[in-house]
């Protein structure tokens, strides 16, 4: 009998994704399952709770059975943004589509910002959508920092912001960098044990915050045990620990 090769478990979304590909549907749970915990430090607001506003509203959740028209104004995309909760028909303009071509499909999750207003021709609401971003740019947008213990020695941090440097966004007003700072927060031993401090580390430290750098900075981290204590994994930006502080996404 041939040895089982030790694999990592799949996570929420590789389950689902093999179910649909089996079965042609999602039978073991949602989608926004595999974030959920994260975006809603994010967004606040559930779907099933939104109300007509004249304010611009943030919401998250997975695009369904998206459409592309050819309406009056040009290309709009139609599609269902749905948080578990409940569904929202949303709608976004050409220009939005052609910017967000890569994000705006099925089964991606999205953080959107953009306006709930009653439709009247079906009688229930409408998302017209302003702004989106994906989990990392969410990340980018809306975390404060990257907060990281250091009980000894700093982790290596300087790889991962090589290999994910932050992204830069032309506007009117110039070059701005797109990413997340770090912060480190260092823990003295010795005759000063029970002193502490935080060090902002500046521009400089700016990196993008995919799921891949989060899951490096989890073993950068790990590698470091005299930094951090054992790390398992890194679930909703955050590098889980046994025991002490957690290295993770500060949203507040």
């Known amino acids: 009998e041939p040895e089982l090769v030790e694999a990592a478990p799949w996570s929420i979304k590789e389950r689902l994704t093999l179910e649909k590909t089996s079965i042609g549907y999602y039978l073991s749970g949602h989608l926004f399952d595999q974030s959920g915990e994260e975006v809603r430090r994010m967004v606040k607001r559930r779907i099933a709770d939104t109300n007509d506003s004249r304010e611009p509203v943030l919401l998250a959740g997975i695009v369904a059975d998206l459409r592309i028209i050819n309406g009056h104004r040009g290309r709009v995309g139609i599609f269902k943004l749905d948080d578990k909760t409940d569904a929202i028909e949303s709608v976004a303009n050409e220009d939005l589509l052609n910017a967000h071509k890569d994000l705006l499909v099925d089964d991606e999750l999205l953080i959107i910002q953009g306006k709930v207003q009653l439709d009247r021709f079906s009688g229930g609401l409408r998302f017209t959508v302003q702004a ?121």
Request: charged share 20%; glycine share 10%.
């Open 132 to 252: 989106l971003w994906d989990l990392a740019g969410a990340r980018a947008r809306f975390g404060k920092y990257f907060y990281v213990p250091v009980r000894h020695s700093v982790p290596a941090l300087t790889e991962v912001i090589k290999q994910w440097p932050a992204r830069q966004q032309v506007t009117e007003n110039g070059v701005l960098p797109l990413g997340l700072k770090m912060l480190s927060h260092h823990f003295l031993n010795g005759e000063q044990e029970g002193a502490e401090f935080k060090i902002e580390l500046g521009e400089d430290s700016r990196f993008w915050p995919c799921d891949e750098a989060l899951a490096a900075l989890a073993a950068t981290t790990q590698a470091a045990p005299t930094a951090l204590a054992s790390v398992s994994s890194t679930v909703g930006g955050k590098v889980g620990l046994a025991t002490g502080p957690v290295a993770q996404i500060i949203y507040e």
